[in-house]
């Protein structure tokens, strides 16, 4: 008779969605608004702050390292009135990245290519400065002369300008400080 007997079991009323299914669903919620958050815009001072942190030892370098950082404030905040100091900051990396270009192809090992008469004569003269430093000199000074009143302060003609004048600025400061290294050497054997 047990065996007979056939009863269908009702299967049990419960939620109609599993607990495992509200874990997963609330995880990928938990895990979307993580990522949307993360890929939100910082403020433009919490940006600001960390390129200052960085760029804090004023050097070149520290300019590259927040090179990321900048180009983003400038994009997303370029109303902003701390985004000319920052474009001044590219402005030196640009520079730095156009001299060590130069100072490649004035080694030789990097190939000058096409250039434009004005960076033909900087290198001419970087390749000088190395060879005689007072041509060198005496060229960099005729090439700010010549080129200087262009106007072109943004383009190849600016930039090699300005090179040159940093240029000479270097060579100055270092024969000034030797001048001062011979004359601290040759005053005590002259009295």
Known sequence: EDLDRFEIEEPARGALISAQTWVLA?????????????????????????????????TIGSYRRAEGDINRF????????????????????????????????????????????????YLEAIKYVRLDPDVGMARLEALVDLYDNRGDDAGPTGQCIMLAKRRLSQLRHQLDLMVAHHLATVTPCLE
């Open 74 to 121: 400038i994009e997303l905040y370029s109303d902003d009135s701390r985004s000319a100091l920052l474009r001044e900051y590219l402005k030196e990396i640009d520079l730095d990245k156009l001299e060590s270009k130069f100072e490649l192809q004035a080694k030789g090992l990097l190939e000058a290519g096409r250039l434009l008469p004005i960076q033909r004569d």
């Open 26 to 58: 609330i995880g990928l919620l938990l895990m979307g608004t993580t990522a949307w958050y993360l890929l939100q815009d910082p403020p433009a001072d919490t940006l600001y702050e960390r390129i200052v942190s960085v760029t804090a030892e004023g």
